[in-house]
């Protein structure tokens, strides 16, 4: 069972799903994704990535063995799948428009998430180290279809 506090949910493994305060006015609406009390690291700072899952696709289905990243979907609807490697343990976040939440997804956690809305689903993701093709610290296992 969760523990639950101020918003955040820690679930497996250093898993911690923040729930967002959307803020709206008349011209749109925006939320904080990751900031310093989010991310809570001393490291230097990594990368933010935006991709777009179409309707009915999946993104993910590898895991890190080193790498910490946290992901959000302002737009569109998406199932993230969670599977921790070391004991079989899985956990499903829905997230998306109405249900916005920005989930830390540690190292040894495989991960995988699927639009499962009519439209386009819009994934942000920040990574605690910057990518780099030599040393990619991705490894490949497909959880979810």
Known sequence: YPARLQGRTELMKGIQVQDLDKKSDERGWLIEVLGDELHGESKPFGQIHVSVAYPGKVRGNHYHQRKTEWFSVPSG???LLLKDLATG???????GENALKTVKITPGIVHAIKNNGAHDMVLI??????FDPA???TFYQKILE
Request: net charge negative.
């Open 77 to 79: 609807t998406g199932l």
């Open 89 to 95: 343990e899985e956990e499903q976040i829905r997230m």
């Open 125 to 130: 993701v920040y990574t605690d180290e910057t």
């Open 135 to 137: 040393d990619p610290d």
